[in-house]
């Protein structure tokens, strides 16, 4: 039966987007959640994102069982960022709430969530969540923001909170906001498709585009922990996310210096952790990633600098530039191919440097100098070096590496 609304329709009509892929064992408690506490004039949007098992049979069954106030899409298989995106398009409702389909609704969260929107109607409206790790290891963790301490607690100070988010390193996941519609579609504010890491590069195009925040400081969103769920997968399209992230935020510097500190600290950790990735795939895996560095040369940038003073021995010209110089071009150019050519070269650099640093302490382990390394740098590595797996690009330009796509 359809839910009864509390009272007359709501002064704030809430979206519940909810995307669903192969969840039929948790998507009851999900949509239960939800349909427990709506009122009027909410809804629940459900967008069936090409379930291979019986979640698309369920969302049917929810929308039979509770009339208009469920709406539900099938689509094929497009990712997470589609079938929000799908979601967002087909909502009505004055702001959006966004749900994944193996976490909940807290008791109470969307009667807390309209009382604070019908005072304040800010652009989004940023709250907290509570993780429950799931057997065989039951725990329960709360969101560790501090509101008060790290965006300073008074709403009106629009850049002061947005300061606080991005240089207190706050945890950027897409549900922890709920999200005025217009203002998502005044902002083209839609999520990319293709990538995953997708809400690291939505956050912050989403907090530095909002011109008004209200804070909600008690959890209202109950985020399930569960081995074999996307979050504990290792794929090389997290990485392309996280390559994708860096370069929004790094076009974000250029747009709002005053928030060039915080903007930059965000930029370096998600760079960071992309670099760090990339061991653990194969050639394949990697090639395909090197091969995409042309489009982020926000990434190819952090690798060529943090090589620091060697960076210039990643250099094919060999024109003996200084350390200063080269990392000024590095800064200046706008010339992905070339770019990537040079932090691909700088990446393997900085990977053989660390095995044979690697191989001198377990050859050394008194911890004594191995003769002839004890000051040299590592050689410069061929200007070819690339995965097997790669293909070798054709020459190009007079006077330009040889190489200016990277595998």
């Given at each position: 039966?359809?839910?009864?609304?509390k009272g007359a329709e709501s002064a704030v009509r809430l979206s519940v987007v909810v995307p669903v892929y192969n969840v039929v064992m948790f998507i009851e408690r999900c949509v239960q959640s939800v349909i427990d506490q709506m009122g009027g004039g909410d809804e629940l949007v459900l967008v069936d994102d090409g379930s291979a098992d019986n979640s698309g049979l369920s969302c049917d069954w929810f929308r039979r069982c509770y009339g208009d106030c469920v709406k539900v899409i099938h689509q094929e298989n497009k990712g997470l960022s589609e079938a929000r995106n799908a979601g967002i398009r087909e909502a009505t409702g004055d702001y959006i709430v966004l749900l994944d389909s193996d976490d909940w609704l807290m008791r109470g969260a969307l009667a807390q969530i309209r009382s604070i929107l019908s005072?304040?109607?800010?652009?989004?409206?940023?709250?907290?969540?509570?993780?429950?790790?799931?057997?065989?290891?039951?725990?329960?963790?709360?969101?560790?923001?501090?509101?008060?301490?790290?965006?300073?607690?008074?709403?009106?100070?629009?850049?002061?909170?947005?300061?606080?988010?991005?240089?207190?390193?706050?945890?950027?996941?897409?549900?922890?906001?709920?999200?005025?519609?217009?203002?998502?579609?005044?902002?083209?504010?839609?999520?990319?498709?293709?990538?995953?890491?997708?809400?690291?590069?939505?956050?912050?195009?989403?907090?530095?585009?909002?011109?008004?925040?209200?804070?909600?400081?008690?959890?209202?969103?109950?985020?399930?922990?569960?081995?074999?769920?996307?979050?504990?997968?290792?794929?090389?399209?997290?990485?392309?996310?996280?390559?994708?992230?860096?370069?929004?935020?790094?076009?974000?510097?250029?747009?709002?210096?005053?928030?060039?500190?915080?903007?930059?600290?965000?930029?370096?950790?998600?760079?960071?952790?992309?670099?760090?990735?990339?061991?653990?795939?194969?050639?394949?895996?990697?090639?395909?990633?090197?091969?995409?560095?042309?489009?982020?040369?926000?990434?190819?940038?952090?690798?060529?600098?943090?090589?620091?003073?060697?960076?210039?021995?990643?250099?094919?010209?060999?024109?003996?530039?200084?350390?200063?110089?080269?990392?000024?071009?590095?800064?200046?150019?706008?010339?992905?191919?070339?770019?990537?050519?040079?932090?691909?070269?700088?990446?393997?650099?900085?990977?053989?440097?660390?095995?044979?640093?690697?191989?001198?302490?377990?050859?050394?382990?008194?911890?004594?100098?191995?003769?002839?390394?004890?000051?040299?740098?590592?050689?410069?590595?061929?200007?070819?070096?690339?995965?097997?797996?790669?293909?070798?690009?054709?020459?190009?330009?007079?006077?330009?590496?040889?190489?200016?796509?990277?595998?």
């Amino acid at each position: 039966m359809r839910p009864t609304p509390k009272g007359a329709e709501s002064a704030v009509r809430l979206s519940v987007v909810v995307p669903v892929y192969n969840v039929v064992m948790f998507i009851e408690r999900c949509v239960q959640s939800v349909i427990d506490q709506m009122g009027g004039g909410d809804e629940l949007v459900l967008v069936d994102d090409g379930s291979a098992d019986n979640s698309g049979l369920s969302c049917d069954w929810f929308r039979r069982c509770y009339g208009d106030c469920v709406k539900v899409i099938h689509q094929e298989n497009k990712g997470l960022s589609e079938a929000r995106n799908a979601g967002i398009r087909e909502a009505t409702g004055d702001y959006i709430v966004l749900l994944d389909s193996d976490d909940w609704l807290m008791r109470g969260a969307l009667a807390q969530i309209r009382s604070i929107l019908s005072k304040r109607r800010a652009d989004v409206l940023i709250g907290k969540f509570r993780a429950y790790q799931m057997p065989p290891r039951d725990k329960v963790v709360d969101d560790p923001a501090n509101f008060d301490k790290q965006l300073g607690g008074d709403e009106l100070d629009t850049e002061r909170i947005c300061r606080g988010i991005f240089e207190n390193n706050m945890m950027f996941t897409a549900w922890r906001n709920v999200v005025n519609r217009e203002f998502i579609k005044r902002n083209a504010l839609m999520f990319e498709p293709g990538i995953l890491h997708e809400d690291e590069e939505w956050c912050p195009r989403l907090y530095t585009s909002a011109r008004s925040f209200a804070l909600n400081p008690k959890p209202f969103y109950a985020y399930r922990l569960r081995e074999g769920s996307i979050v504990y997968t290792k794929t090389w399209r997290k990485t392309l996310g996280l390559f994708a992230a860096t370069q929004t935020v790094s076009g974000l510097i250029k747009q709002y210096p005053e928030l060039g500190k915080g903007l930059a600290l965000k930029r370096d950790e998600l760079a960071g952790r992309a670099l760090q990735t990339l061991p653990q795939f194969d050639d394949d895996s990697r090639a395909r990633l090197f091969e995409s560095l042309p489009k982020y040369p926000a990434m190819s940038r952090y690798i060529l600098l943090l090589k620091g003073n060697g960076a210039k021995q990643a250099d094919p010209s060999g024109t003996g530039e200084s350390t200063e110089s080269f990392d000024k071009i590095v800064s200046d150019s706008d010339d992905g191919e070339l770019l990537a050519k040079w932090a691909l070269v700088a990446y393997y650099t900085m990977v053989r440097g660390a095995r044979e640093a690697a191989a001198a302490r377990r050859a050394n382990p008194a911890g004594t100098a191995a003769p002839g390394n004890a000051n040299s740098p590592p050689p410069n590595p061929p200007d070819n070096i690339r995965p097997a797996s790669a293909q070798q690009p054709e020459p190009t330009r007079p006077g330009s590496p040889a190489c200016s796509r990277p595998c």
